[in-house]
């Protein structure tokens, strides 16, 4: 049974939630050089002491922005794979999540670029560090078990000496590394790449087809789930990202 706070502890949270949306603000509008607990605390007519009772440091600001921006990615990664399927294509749903929650959001994606860019560990607690840990795991484990299900339902093998966290890692860091040229480049389309998002989709189904895990995107139209499990899955997200992008 969820404990019930008191006045004094609901403004408490209240008044964190505020430095937290100052400082998100200030990070889109000024990026991570423009933000300082001087800043936040001018922007909200605090006192500076008012702002370090809630946080040390910048830094810990950074950490639980991030945290909330992870808690947003996994709530999104948990209502994909619970859709009954088979075992590709509730990963495709996952995929479906992850682009959304970049599109969407891109102030909580760019808040991750940050913490993944800058050395700041050890100027962090560690409650803070342990929690952001503990974000990144749930959102593992996740695409882990999704894996763990395609093997016991003999839709893929790994090669020996592979773990589904070693393709896990694969599709963390393929979807990350394009999602942040994605944010910051704006050369794409002089390159040739015209729709990135969807060239990111299709790599991903190519680099799971190299991995056996069937039915193979020859088989399956899988770029075409994508509208299907977006309609599905996200009707609310839906409606916000066809008013802005074209998918």
């Not at 609901?10 to 001087?38: F, N, V």
Request: aromatic share 10%; net charge negative; hydrophobic share 40%.
């Amino acid at each position: 049974m969820a404990q019930t706070l008191t006045r004094k502890q609901r403004e408490i949270q209240d008044r964190e939630q505020l430095i937290l949306q100052t400082a998100r603000d200030m990070l889109t509008e000024r990026g991570y050089l423009g933000l300082s607990m001087d800043a936040i605390a001018e922007a909200l007519e605090y006192s500076k002491g008012t702002i370090y009772n809630h946080f040390s440091c910048k830094e810990e600001i950074l950490i639980a922005l991030a945290v909330e921006t992870m808690s947003k990615r996994s709530e999104m990664f948990v209502k994909a794979a619970n859709r009954p399927g088979q075992s590709r294509e509730r990963l495709a749903g996952v995929g479906v999540a992850a682009e959304l929650f970049v599109r969407l959001y891109p102030e909580y994606f760019q808040v991750e670029q940050i913490i993944h860019s800058t050395s700041m560990w050890e100027k962090t607690s560690e409650k803070r560090r342990s929690a952001l840990r503990g974000c990144e795991t749930r959102c593992m484990g996740i695409v882990a078990g999704i894996i763990r299900d395609g093997i016991s339902r003999r839709e893929l093998e790994l090669p020996e000496g592979a773990s589904p966290e070693d393709l896990v890692f694969g599709l963390w860091s393929q979807t990350f590394g394009a999602y942040a040229i994605i944010a910051t480049s704006d050369t794409l389309e002089h390159l040739g790449i015209n729709d990135p998002f969807t060239a990111v989709r299709y790599n991903i189904n190519r680099m799971l087809d190299g991995y056996g895990w069937r039915p193979f995107s020859t088989e399956f139209d899988y770029l075409g789930l994508f509208d299907q499990l977006l309609e599905e899955i996200f009707p609310e997200e839906q409606k916000l990202i066809r008013g802005s992008f074209a998918l």
